[in-house]
């Protein structure tokens, strides 16, 4: 059974930082474009980033760009997403996402349909 299995969120301030993990089991992700999206109440689900499976491509939501940054560890079957500077309007539940099928070199899609695997979930609250 695959499962992605978030963690590292929690309340912040503004301007704090956290890292969030997303560890991946019942097979291997290595090969597939992984990413993490976020979902404020009341809001419909959002990319946020995204990386190819050789991490030689990343992309970002406009309104992360420069504060957040993704990475992976394919030996941990793992992705990461490290928060820097973070404002009121981050406040979101954060999913982690996978590809079922292997991709290209540079391939990390936006596009929620991309992705077949999803996690539970970790709560993001950053304070004013």
């Known amino acids: 059974q695959v499962q992605l299995v978030e963690s590292g969120g929690g309340l912040v301030q503004t301007g704090d930082s956290l890292r969030l993990s997303c560890a991946a089991s019942?097979?291997?992700?290595?090969?597939?474009?992984m990413g993490w999206f976020r979902q404020a109440p009341g809001k419909e689900r959002e990319f946020v980033a995204s990386?190819?499976?050789?991490?030689?491509?990343?992309a970002y939501a406009d309104s992360v760009k420069g504060r957040f940054t993704i990475s992976r560890d394919n030996a941990k079957n793992t992705v990461y997403l490290q928060m820097n500077s973070l404002k009121p309007e981050d406040t979101a539940v954060y999913y982690c996402?996978?590809?079922?099928?292997?991709?290209?070199?540079?391939?990390?899609?936006?596009?929620?349909?991309?992705?077949?695997?999803w996690g539970q979930g970790t709560q993001v609250t950053v304070s004013s």
């Open positions: 990386i190819s499976w050789s991490g030689g491509h990343t």
């Open positions: 996402a996978a590809d079922d099928y292997s991709s290209g070199y540079y391939y990390a899609p936006s596009s929620r349909d991309a992705y077949d695997y």
């Open positions: 019942g097979r291997t992700f290595s090969r597939n474009a």
